[in-house]
């Protein structure tokens, strides 16, 4: 399975999806980090980036949404220590599970979440 941390730095989860650099990505088989990567977001400031009909701004979120989650596609879970309710809303919808947590470390999180230890708090999303 593949885990995406939204994170700007590598270390520290990022509170906020839509303003992060990328995700770290783990692979995870049988329990243990088989692979990682840095992932990078693509830039949402492309002028080839649709924004809607007459500039609709919830078009604009969309397309951001959209973005974010083009670089962890096969990814199956998203860990975040804070997300809006429609970046959670549109990570469900791309068929992610989404775990809220209160950790800040991106390395800590994940050991949590492999020893079946992490917290989910998705009232907080």
Same mark, same amino acid.
């Given at each position: 399975?593949?885990?995406?941390?939204?994170?700007?730095?590598?270390?520290?989860?990022?509170?906020?999806?839509?303003?992060?650099?990328?995700?770290? &990505?783990?692979?995870?088989?049988? =329990? %243990?980090?088989?692979? !990682?990567?840095? #992932?990078?977001?693509? +830039?949402?400031?492309?002028?080839?980036?649709?924004?809607?009909?007459?500039?609709?701004?919830?078009?604009?979120?969309?397309?951001?949404?959209?973005?974010?989650?083009?670089?962890?596609?096969?990814?199956?879970? &998203?860990?975040?220590?804070?997300? =809006? %309710?429609?970046?959670? !809303?549109?990570? #469900?919808?791309?068929? +992610?599970?989404?775990?809220?947590?209160?950790?800040?470390?991106?390395?800590?999180?994940?050991?949590?979440?492999?020893?079946?230890?992490?917290?989910?708090?998705?009232?907080?999303?």
């Amino acid at each position: 399975m593949k885990i995406a941390i939204p994170t700007s730095d590598g270390i520290r989860i990022s509170s906020n999806i839509q303003r992060i650099k990328g995700f770290k &990505v783990f692979e995870i088989l049988q =329990g %243990k980090i088989v692979d !990682e990567l840095y #992932v990078s977001n693509i +830039k949402t400031s492309e002028p080839n980036i649709p924004v809607g009909e007459n500039g609709n701004p919830d078009a604009i979120n969309e397309n951001v949404g959209h973005s974010i989650l083009s670089g962890i596609e096969d990814c199956q879970i &998203v860990i975040a220590n804070g997300l =809006g %309710k429609k970046m959670f !809303e549109e990570l #469900v919808k791309a068929q +992610k599970e989404v775990y809220i947590t209160e950790a800040t470390n991106v390395r800590g999180a994940i050991n949590h979440f492999i020893r079946q230890t992490l917290k989910n708090h998705p009232e907080i999303a």
